[in-house]
Nanobody, 123 residues
Framework: EVQLVESGGGLVQAGGSLRLSCAAS????????IGWFRQAPGKEREGVSA???????HYAESVEGRFTMSIDKGTNTVYLQMNSLKPEDTAVYYC?????????????????WGQGTRVTVSA
């Protein structure tokens, strides 16, 4: 059974940093694409970053250079290091996985989703 559990959200001032974690189980990073997504109040869900063995790591333009996604295969944990945070980064952040990178990153229809962790950036 695939499980994704996010943690690490919270309240931070603009310019600050947070590191989100996603504890993953039930699949191999060699076979599945994994990504971070977010949904701000009143807005549609959007992709933040995603990785697969075949596609490498992709980032949304809005976070390029500020956010870094990494994977610890030893602990099956996916991280999202977020630096230089802005109020517009405020959202619920989700970890998601799918066997197909296209379905996960382009279509935003990953098969497996975590429950989300809330990030609030104050001005």
């Amino acid at each position: 059974e695939v499980q994704l559990v996010e943690s690490g959200g919270g309240l931070v001032q603009a310019g600050g940093s947070l590191r989100l974690s996603c504890a993953a189980s039930g699949f191999s990073f060699d076979d599945y694409a994994i990504g971070w997504f977010r949904q701000a109040p009143g807005k549609e869900r959007e992709g933040v970053s995603a990785f697969s063995v075949g596609e490498g790591t992709h980032y949304a333009e809005s976070v390029e250079g500020r956010f870094t996604m990494s994977i610890d295969k030893g602990t099956n944990t996916v991280y999202l290091q977020m630096n230089s945070l802005k109020p517009e980064d405020t959202a619920v952040y989700y970890c998601a996985a799918d066997a197909a990178f296209l379905r996960l990153w382009i279509l935003l229809r990953g098969k497996y989703w975590g429950q989300g962790t809330r990030v609030t950036v104050s001005a």
